[in-house]
């Protein structure tokens, strides 16, 4: 094996452990195109059936669906020196079309809650080339960073079709939920509508849990929100 | 409709209870309610103190036999939640790990004592102790798939309900014990996993293109932050606090 070869694709930054979260917008997107391929690319390997998961790079078919505009809002963290997609999630607002309203509408035992301070969180996705023991740790810097860009826009709470295995992590990471329906099984495992509201004790357990007291959101010139 | 107003009736006041003997009862009012007779909410393990919880209203006939017997390391459906993260009905266990000649004996004393079939709802937060929550019928008893979902979401809210309340300052822990998981940096965490994986300093430098003095201070320094002082405690407690994964570790 090469020298190096066996490292971490995260360069451990000099100070400290942190990878930023870009927010990736309308105005800044072209900044961010080389990232946005990587994404649609690394959601396919994560969210697509299973031959094209067993693809890589270029011979994948990204995942794009209509929810992918020239406006969505995504948070994204990437390797600043390969442009390399690590970690991202789409944030789409419920006054517009959103997955939870047009795709899975049937898990919600009533109307689905739609307003400008609701936000739908879809497509996290963790590089599947991120190794094992850096991932958990980019899923709490996108928590934190979702935490964050709600207090940014005034975002009281987000929707999310989350897997329900996932549930206790996100309540024990201070993330008060309610459920919009029971959960079904959807391609083999069970996902439940649920409304979450970021506290003030999510932002300070992520930040324990990363050692990070800082902000993990970067704010690029040239966006517009 | 009826069962997710159960639900939802339940996250609201497991939200709401001041102690664990309260979630106790609250639990056992809506397990009753979806259709169930008896259930199991706890961490995995044999030592309870501090933050730890294990609550539940299994015969006691039957806690009794698991006590004197020492049943609890060997408990098939505890077991099987460390091959699962999604909730399993105890029919599945056979499919989900090999059972031995101890754990059939298990199976069947439980059913004997009075536990029929059951689903068990498994709990992993990273950097903490598993858990699950588990409800069962009566022997002899039908399990339908129609109580499952509403189980699912009633075990993770008492569960979170349960960690609330044994964190909670009155629960035991004070806002100034509280836990901070050590955070290794990426070329530690590389050092930690070559070490685990039965690596020499040497060997390990030659893998990461640096120095093996330069792998001994990554490991000192990892050591240093989780405030241990052997290699094999650091390995345990990085896999604990879920910064490796067994996967990382053991290649099949």
């Known amino acids: 094996m090469a020298p190096g070869a066996f ?8 100070a400290g452990y942190l990878i930023v979260v870009h927010i990736v917008d309308a105005a800044n997107r072209p900044l961010f195109y080389p990232e946005l391929d990587r994404m649609h690319c690394d959601r396919a390997r994560t969210f697509g059936g299973s031959d094209r998961c067993k693809s890589h790079g270029a011979d994948v078919i990204p995942d794009i669906d209509s929810f992918d505009a020239a406006d969505t809002i995504y948070l994204l963290e990437s390797d600043r ?4 997609h690590l970690a991202s999630i789409r944030l789409l607002p419920t006054t517009r079309p959103h997955m939870l309203t047009t795709v899975y509408a049937h898990l919600c035992e009533a109307a689905v809650p739609r307003d400008a301070d609701i936000w739908e969180v879809s497509r996290c996705c963790v590089s599947p080339d991120v190794p094992l023991q850096d991932q958990s740790r980019l899923r709490t ?8 860009f709600g207090v940014f826009q005034g975002i009281r709470h987000y929707i999310s079709v989350t ?4 549930l206790p992590e996100l309540m024990a990471s201070g993330w008060d939920a309610k459920p919009l329906g029971l959960p079904q099984m959807i391609a083999g495992a069970s996902v439940g509508a649920l409304l979450f509201t970021p506290t003030s004790r999510a932002l300070r357990e992520a930040r324990d849990r990363l050692a990070c007291q800082m902000s993990v959101l970067e704010f690029s010139a040239g966006r517009a929100t | 409709m009826g069962q997710f107003r159960d639900v939802q009736t339940f996250a609201r006041a497991a939200n709401e209870v001041c102690t664990i003997e309260e979630l106790s009862g609250l639990l056992a009012s809506a397990v009753r309610e979806i259709g169930f007779e008896y259930y199991a909410l706890g961490h995995h393990v044999n030592v309870v103190k501090g933050k730890l919880v294990q609550i539940g209203n299994y015969p006691e006939a039957w806690m009794a036999t698991v006590r004197a017997r020492e049943y609890i390391s060997d408990d098939p459906v505890l077991m099987a939640c460390q091959t699962s993260v999604a909730g399993f009905r105890w029919s599945a266990v056979p499919t989900l790990l090999s059972l031995s000649k101890r754990q059939e ?9 009075g536990l029929g079939d059951g689903f068990t709802v498994p709990v992993h937060i990273p950097g903490e102790c598993a858990g699950s929550c588990s409800f069962a019928v009566r022997a002899g008893a039908l399990l339908s798939d129609a109580p499952l979902p509403a189980a699912q979401y009633i075990g993770c809210f008492a569960f979170e309900a349960a960690r609330r309340l044994v964190r909670s300052p009155a629960g035991g822990m004070r806002a100034r014990e509280r836990v901070v998981t050590p955070a290794l940096t990426s070329r530690q965490l590389d050092c930690v996993v070559l070490v685990a994986r039965g690596k020499s300093d040497g060997d390990a430098a030659q893998l990461l293109g640096i120095s093996a003095e330069t792998v001994h201070q990554h490991i000192e320094a990892a050591k240093r932050r989780f405030g241990v002082a052997t290699r094999t405690q650091l390995v345990v407690r990085t896999l604990f606090d879920n ?8 290649r099949r």
Do not use: N, W
């Open chain 1, 7 to 14: 490292g971490s694709i995260i360069s451990p930054a000099k």
């Open chain 1, 81 to 84: 020196r390969t442009r390399r």
């Open chain 1, 141 to 148: 810097q996108l928590r934190i960073a979702i935490a964050e």
């Open chain 1, 163 to 166: 897997p329900i295995h996932l």
């Open chain 2, 105 to 113: 004996q298990i199976l069947l004393e439980a059913s004997r004592a």
């Open chain 2, 243 to 250: 910064q490796l994964a067994f996967q990382d570790v053991i």
